[in-house]
Nanobody, 123 residues
């Protein structure tokens, strides 16, 4: 069982930055690939990025490439999402997820989900 808690969301102006954190419970964090997803009102949940168990492989959605970076520290049971050059269309609830898979954009491959953190980008 893995519990995930996101933090770091908030309100930011266009062009600003935020850093989201996802803290995981348990001693098997390094066994899980981690994904970040987001869901805007009235829209389906979409993949943002993911990182492999070791952190050596990352995958990004085209919409965030060059602006977002994910990283992890297995000793701290934490994964981060650094978001730069934020745009109003980045406004959404952001979720982290854990899965015993290779990095994937498919949400149903992830077993555990956090409660989400709201990110709002004002124009």
């Amino acid at each position: 069982q893995v519990q995930l808690v996101e933090s770091g969301g908030g309100l930011v102006q266009t062009g600003g930055s935020l850093r989201l954190s996802c803290a995981a419970s348990g001693r098997t964090f390094s066994s899980y690939a981690m994904g970040w997803f987001r869901q805007a009102p009235g829209k389906e949940r979409e993949f943002v990025c993911g990182i492999s168990r070791s952190g050596g492989v990352t995958k990004y959605a085209d919409s965030v490439k060059g602006r977002f970076t994910t990283s992890r520290d297995n000793a701290k049971n934490t994964v981060w999402l650094q978001m730069n050059s934020l745009k109003p269309e980045d406004t959404a609830v952001y979720y982290c997820a854990a899965g015993r898979v290779v990095v994937t954009a498919r949400p149903n491959e992830y077993e555990y989900w956090g409660q989400g953190t709201q990110v709002t980008v004002s124009s």
